[in-house]
Structures are given as C-alpha cells and as structure tokens.
C-alpha cells in the first residue's frame, strides 16, 4: 500500500517537472542553507577546540579579577593584582604543579635586518615551554640562566621568523625590540591559526626578567599559566592555588577571591555553549526559508487538488475511501520535500566544500545533521500537505464529478 502510494507520488510529480521543481525550490535552499550553516558552525568549534587543546595538557591559568556572567568585574582594590610574589608563593607551596611561567605582554614592533613587524612580546620563564607543551623547531629554549641573568635573548614564533627573515637559519641572528637588541636563540614549532582566534605563531618570547627591565617595568603580571601535574588532580590542583592566592593577597574568609582560575575544561565548555547557541541561531534565520518552501508546497497542492476534482470524484465513486485519498495527496507533499531535501542536502554539502577550499574555512559534516535535514523535510511536508490533503479528502463526490 504505501509503495503504492509513493509511485503514484512520483508518478504525479513528474507529470509536471518544472512546477514541481519550482515548488521544491524553497526547500532545497532551506535545506541547503541549514545544511552549510550547521557544518560551519560544527567546524568553528572543533577549530575552537583544538586550539584551545594545543595550548598546553593539564594547563590552569590564572587571571586577575573576577569573571561574572554578565560580563568582566575586576577584582578589588585594582585592575590587577597579580604579581610575581604570587607566583613564587604558588611556586614554593603548590605540590601538585609541575610548571609555572608569568605571562606579561605588550604590543611591538620587531625590527630585523631586512624590514619589521608589529607583533606580541611575551615575558614568560623557562617553565613556559612545558606548560604550553610547545616545542622548538630550530635552536633552543632559553633556561633558567638566562631567566636569573636577565639575557636578552628572544624565542621567536614562526611568523615572526618567516616575515622578518625568510626561511633560512635565523639561530644566532638579532633583532631591535623598542631600541634594545635581542640575540634569537630558537623558533618555535608552528602551531598556526584556528577557530578565528588570533596566529599563535605571530608572538616572540623573552625572558620575563628581561621583559621587566628592558620592555616594560609594570609589576603586574597578565596571567599565570600553571601545568598540573596530571589532569586527574587538576581539580584539585586548581584549590590548592586558590588557598595560597587567598593568603598571598590577605584576603579575609568571607571576602570574594580577586582574581579567576580557569582550566582547559572550564574553557571548552565555555566556548562550546557559546558556538552552540550561534550555530542553533544561524540555522534558525536559515530554516525561515524552509517554511517559505512549505508555503509554496501547500500552495501548488491546493492548486493540484483543484485541477484534478474530478479524478478525485472518480476515485471516490469506484470505491476509494477518504482516507486513501488523504494519504495520496498526503504523500505527495512528502515526496516533494524528501526530494527537495536530497537535493538540498547534496547542495549544502558542495557549497560547504567549496567554502572550506576558496575560503580556508573548517567545514565538518555530521551524518546526524543530514538525518536532521530529511526530518525537517517530512515535517513540512506533513505540516504544509495535510491542509490539501484533507479538502481533496473531503470533497463532495457528486460535486467532484460534475466539475469542469
């Protein structure tokens, strides 16, 4: 019986392509646009994600003030109020850290031999590389003697490297940070750009030392980036810099912590919320043409029950019930949807390709979205076919028959 029903369907269907291709318009685009928008969305976060995850296993970082819902609300007493005391109290103290670098940062310009470049100047310890799980492609990292001497050596990030000299040996080579000439002693591994953040490679690396008396003389400190010493006990780790801050700053026991501790967890689950909602917001402005496409179909459906009164007063008259005839005229409308949603699927997936090949844009494609767009497609069709479906099942036989 409902193999009837659906060759009889494509039968009808058929019978008028153009039209039918025209009414399954809407629904292709909606389906398509659906489609591409949910796979980008998808794409932003596992981009999002795996970059967060390359900044480092087991890393916490810290950062002054207190994070709300409703926005940033520094912590009190001052905008900042992280310190390298802080750090080295968190340093003696903590017993489930295995590493832990400040991070001070201003914006620069880097002056090499053949030309400069606006860049990120970190001042950061030896321990940075651990905790980031960074390694260097060419050179060395700097130690803690560099650190103690105050050395003004540099470590550069790839794009640094790549601008400023080519793609030769840089190891030995100087470059001029805000008048003060640096020796370059290694270029980190390339960890390039993603989720539309900014390129992780475009930075250099200074002793933090260095930083504090040749770069800027600030005593604070924009965050301090800790490695537990496994992820099992980052909880746990995450308390425990808690308490010695909380001592550190004098805090009294009913007194809100200044400042925020996150881990990479924390983050993840951050910022999968927020793709989550802007991926749901997107294909929900581009699932509006679906119910355009809908629209039509019951339109071009009432149109059809019309022009064909009289085959349904025939039907009627040999013996078919109102329920047959529902369910024919039911099916079609299904058909039409199923079909312009294979279509649109199909489409959704080419466009998304193309975006990910011209526009370097992180496309992935999820079988449970496609299983999604076919059951958005018998919905509508269900949805906008069952008002037609049910006039031609109501219609008078006599009447019917006599129509023109």
């Given amino acids: ?115 400069n470049w606006y860049t990120s100047v970190y001042g950061v310890s030896e321990d940075y590389f651990k905790v980031r799980d960074w390694s260097i492609q060419e050179g060395e990292e700097f130690t803690l003697a560099h650190v103690k001497t105050k050395a003004r050596v540099c470590v550069l990030g790839n794009t640094v490297a790549t601008n400023l000299f080519g793609n030769g040996n840089i190891v030995g080579e100087e470059v001029r940070i805000q008048g003060n000439r640096f020796k370059i002693i290694g270029v980190l591994a390339s960890r390039g750009v993603s989720g539309g953040m900014s390129d992780q490679d475009d930075q250099v690396l200074l002793p933090y030392t260095t930083f504090e008396s040749r770069i800027s003389r600030s ?87 019309t022009e064909r009164t009289r085959e349904i007063g025939i039907r009627i008259a040999v013996g078919a019930k109102e329920k047959d005839i529902l369910l024919q005229f039911l099916f079609e409308a299904i058909v039409l949807c199923l079909m312009g949603g294979l279509i649109g699927v199909i489409l959704g997936v080419i466009v998304g390709i193309g975006i990910e090949k011209f526009f370097s844009w992180k496309v992935v494609f999820s079988l449970p979205v496609f299983f999604l767009s076919f059951f958005f497609s018998i919905a509508v069709g269900i949805f906008f076919g069952f008002y037609p479906a049910r006039k031609a099942a109501r219609l008078n036989p006599i009447e019917a028959l006599r129509y023109e």
């Fill in 1 to 115: 019986m409902t193999i009837d029903l659906i060759v009889n369907a494509y039968r009808s269907i058929f019978k008028n392509k153009m039209r039918s291709f025209l009414t399954m318009l809407g629904v292709i685009i909606g389906i398509a646009s659906v489609t591409v928008m949910v796979s980008i969305g998808l794409g932003v976060q596992k981009q999002i994600e795996d970059q967060i995850g390359s900044m480092g296993v087991n890393l916490i970082t810290i950062f002054p003030g207190v994070f709300t819902q409703g926005g940033v609300r520094m912590g009190t007493g001052s905008a900042s109020r992280l310190t390298i005391n802080d750090l080295e109290k968190i340093q003696r103290e903590a017993t489930l850290i295995e590493g832990i670098s400040p991070l001070y940062r201003v914006n620069a310009q880097i002056i090499g031999p053949s030309g």
């Fill in 219 to 305: 005593r604070f400190i924009s965050q301090i980036l800790v490695r537990s010493i496994s992820k099992e006990s980052m909880d746990e780790c995450q308390e425990e810099i808690r308490k010695i801050l909380r001592e550190s700053h004098k805090l009294a026991e009913n007194a809100e912590d200044d400042f925020t501790i996150r881990n990479q967890t924390d983050i993840l689950e951050t910022v999968g919320q927020t793709s989550f909602l802007l991926t749901v917001f997107l294909a929900s402005i581009a699932g509006i043409s679906l119910i355009v496409g809908g629209v039509g179909i019951m339109n071009i459906m009432l149109v059809s029950v």
